[in-house]
């Protein structure tokens, strides 16, 4: 009989598929590629979440293994320039680590959720927002949602709103030249892929832009991992590219699948 996939797709808003329908994300294109092109099996996990970094990825991680064991994870490898604010949330109700759950969109396809408010996702967005170094107020509404949802009168001891726009500018503003933040935003992501190949499970991580840190100082050795970016081309983005965010619409998912990321997930099954 043969064997049927576990896959989880793990990333930010590239993988989550924003402002697309889920037939139109990378994960399900993924999923129809290997079952009607391929005759492969397969069970997938998007657990994509806008404006999540790298650290996020290992709570997503931990949820899937628990709830479902995948067999695959495939990480998208987002930029370094994000980060997550941890808050002690008044109502010990909300103090949940890992309120996290899940929709079957359509069959064999599941949406993975994250519903805590024990953090909040920093994005170059929020960053933006917040800073009176930027002119950009494309995210101003974001930043005030959030404030209201999740800070305001729901934190000990409360913050007024220019004292968190305050915190987010002065992370946003300090991250970039931070050497210390770049090696941390590799040790993530190594332990990650680390930590699931020591639970014996495939992992396939990708960089999906070439905007990445570079060491001033050898502290270890970076691993190369394929990248969208630069498999594709500058002009691949410039046609697919929905937004300035770099979000492909869905004939680019189909391109990058049939191009660079498909036939990676292939050879791993081999």
């Known amino acids: 009989m043969q064997k049927k996939y576990k896959i989880a797709c793990l990333g930010c808003s590239f993988t989550e598929g924003i402002n697309l329908d889920p ?22 996990y998007n657990a994509g979440r806008a404006g ?60 993975i959720w994250d519903n805590s408010k ?30 209201k949802g999740d800070i305001k009168d ?36 190594y332990s990650l892929i680390d930590f699931l190949k020591a639970k014996g499970k495939i992992v396939i991580p990708f960089y999906w832009l070439k905007f990445r840190p570079r060491f001033k100082i050898n502290l270890f050795g970076e691993r190369q991992y394929a990248c969208m970016e630069s498999s594709m081309g500058k002009k691949f983005l410039d046609e697919f590219a929905v937004d300035k965010g770099f979000h492909l619409d869905q004939k680019g998912h189909i391109r990058m699948m049939n191009e660079f990321l498909g036939p990676q997930v292939l050879e791993t099954m081999k």
């Open 154 to 189: 729901k934190v000990n001891p409360p913050i007024s709103y220019e004292q968190f726009k305050n915190y987010i500018a002065l992370w946003h503003e300090q991250t970039d030249p931070n050497e210390a933040y770049r090696y941390f935003y590799y040790l993530h992501v």
């Open 118 to 147: 024990s953090w909040i996702h920093l994005s170059p967005g929020l960053g933006w927002a917040a800073s009176k170094h930027n002119n950009n107020s494309d995210y101003d509404w974001l930043l005030e949602k959030i404030y």
């Open 23 to 44: 037939q139109q994300t990378w994960p399900h294109i993924l999923k129809v590629w290997l079952d009607k092109k391929h005759d492969v099996q397969s069970t997938i």
């Open 52 to 111: 999540s970094s790298v650290m996020h990825n290992h709570l997503s991680a931990n949820f899937l293994l628990k709830e479902f064991d995948p067999d695959i994870f495939i990480v998208q490898i987002t930029t370094y320039d994000r980060s997550m604010m941890f808050l002690d949330p008044v109502n010990e109700k909300e103090n949940d680590l890992y309120k996290f759950g899940y929709d079957e969109d359509a069959p064999d396809y599941f949406k």
